[in-house]
T-cell receptor
Framework: SQTIHQWPATLVQPVGSPLSLECTVEGTSNPNLYWYRQAAGRGLQLLFY??????ISSEVPQNLSASRPQDRQFILSSKKLLLSDSGFYLCAWSPGQGLFNIQYFGAGTRLSVL | GESVGLHLPTLSVQEGDNSIINCAYS??????FIWYKQESGKGPQFIID?????DKRQGQRVTVLLNKTVKHLSLQIAATQPGDSAVYFCAENMGYGQNFVFGPGTRLSVLP
């Protein structure tokens, strides 16, 4: 069966520090991968998605970047965190082929920038 | 855990009653819909999905209804249990190659 791992679960970082959140998927090949941010009282905002190694699409301009160095690894990064980067970050995957594909989410990372 | 949805609409139901959670979607071209359940501090979990060529789909204790005329989606939970307490999101997909758009969510609170 497929599983998705996301870490760390919580992170407290000072303003201006770098960020690296990692997400890995097991049990599938060529998945589509996603990074979302969830603010309190709001739905999920798509930040980045990837359909293959090295292929990254950004949905919103921001202080963050994403990379996919391996087929089942997706990394969310920042060189200098802002206060507004605080939030709950979710990684998700879906099958790479097919028309109607469910997205499966990781457990999330709560990021607090102080 | 993460305080998801501090100002979300809240639905309170008595344990054992049926729950109905509603969602208005935005795009008449959307052809695939998913309901997710999110417990505090956790990632969303898939509950049930429905394609636009269907009006109703049933799962275990859950039913999703789709009304394309008024762009409305609902999730019915039968015999609601304390473990059903969570935030529920609907998500719409506007077709192949498109990404999902998520609703703001509804908090379901089950009263003993």
């Amino acid at each position: 069966s497929q599983t998705i791992h996301q870490w760390p679960a919580t992170l407290v970082q000072p303003v201006g520090s770098p960020l690296s959140l990692e997400c890995t998927v097991e049990g599938t090949s060529n998945p589509n991968l996603y990074w979302y941010r969830q603010a309190a009282g709001r739905g999920l905002q798509l930040l980045f998605y990837s359909v293959g190694i090295g292929q990254i699409s950004s949905e919103v301009p921001q202080n963050l970047s994403a990379s996919r160095p391996q087929d089942r690894q997706f990394i969310l990064s920042s060189k200098k965190l802002l206060l507004s980067d605080s939030g709950f970050y979710l990684c998700a995957w879906s099958p790479g082929q097919g028309l109607f594909n469910i997205q499966y989410f990781g457990a999330g990372t709560r990021l607090s920038v102080l | 855990g993460e305080s998801v949805g501090l100002h979300l609409p809240t639905l309170s139901v008595q344990e054992g009653d049926n729950s109905i959670i509603n969602c208005a979607y935005s795009n008449s071209a959307s052809d695939y819909f998913i309901w997710y359940k999110q417990e505090s501090g956790k990632g969303p979990q898939f509950i049930i999905d429905i394609r636009s060529n269907m009006d109703k789909r049933q799962g275990q204790r859950v039913t999703v209804l789709l009304n394309k005329t008024v762009k409305h989606l609902s999730l019915q939970i039968a015999a609601t249990q304390p473990g059903d307490s969570a935030v529920y999101f609907c998500a719409e997909n506007m077709g192949y190659g498109q990404n999902f758009v998520f609703g703001p969510g509804t908090r379901l609170s089950v009263l003993p």
